[in-house]
């Protein structure tokens, strides 16, 4: 399950929030080159490395995926993900387009791909700010970078629209179990299927794809 977003559009939130849920899903820890944030962890949040070591590791062919995101070095080690498969967990990405198209293109029959979207550019912008754990020059620089960011929304195969927490964590949820599971309930499944395929499909009703169009000026 890959999960994208903007900065600042919610997707850490929700994924975490869907780890603690269901034992079933693995988190992909990143490997990055930036600086340790406040509050984070370790081998936790992500595999925190020099860019000697990263040159190291891609020349090994140790990643997955790999790329370059607001001057620093992000990549997915191949290793876990397929040990995970092989014992039959699922493996939740919290990457940005960029690797999400390189891991859709690695592992493309397995591949569910979400995209987060912020309610409005302004909400975003707020967000990011309200963070206060980056230099403010690198702020700037992300909110430049989430139209970019936001271009790319056609690549998913499921937009949410993070306007309230709750409710795209509700759906975030039934697009995954939905895919896990099927759409009919099964007695053997402690989901209500049938429910959640609702959910999903109130979700598309939304035109979640609109809302993408008009936050990257094309509706």
Do not use: C
């Amino acid at each position: 399950m890959i999960v994208s977003s903007p900065s600042g559009a919610g997707k850490t939130t929700l994924t975490r929030r869907l780890l603690s849920e269901l034992p079933q899903l693995e988190f992909s820890v990143s490997y990055t080159t930036r600086p340790i944030r406040p509050g984070e962890v370790d081998h936790r949040d992500y595999h925190f490395v020099s860019p000697e070591q990263f040159d190291e590791m891609v020349q090994r062919g140790e990643f997955a995926e790999h790329a370059w995101v607001h001057s620093n070095r992000y990549g997915t080690a191949q290793a876990p993900v397929e040990a995970a498969l092989a014992n039959g967990r699922d493996v939740i990405f919290d990457v940005d387009w960029q690797g999400g198209a390189a891991l859709s293109a690695r592992w493309p029959l397995d591949s569910l791909k979400v995209f987060i979207l912020p309610p409005d550019l302004k909400t975003l912008e707020s967000r990011l700010r309200q963070r206060a754990t980056d230099d403010p020059k690198i702020i700037d620089r992300r909110l430049a970078k989430a139209i970019e960011e936001l271009e790319h929304y056609s690549e998913y195969q499921h937009l949410i629209v993070n306007d309230d927490l709750e409710r795209a964590y509700t759906v975030l949820r039934a697009v995954y179990l939905t895919r896990r599971y099927g759409t009919v309930d099964r007695p053997d499944v402690p989901f209500a299927l049938g429910d959640l395929a609702r959910v999903v499909e109130a979700n598309r009703a939304t035109a979640p794809d609109a809302h993408a169009r008009r936050l990257v000026g094309r509706g």
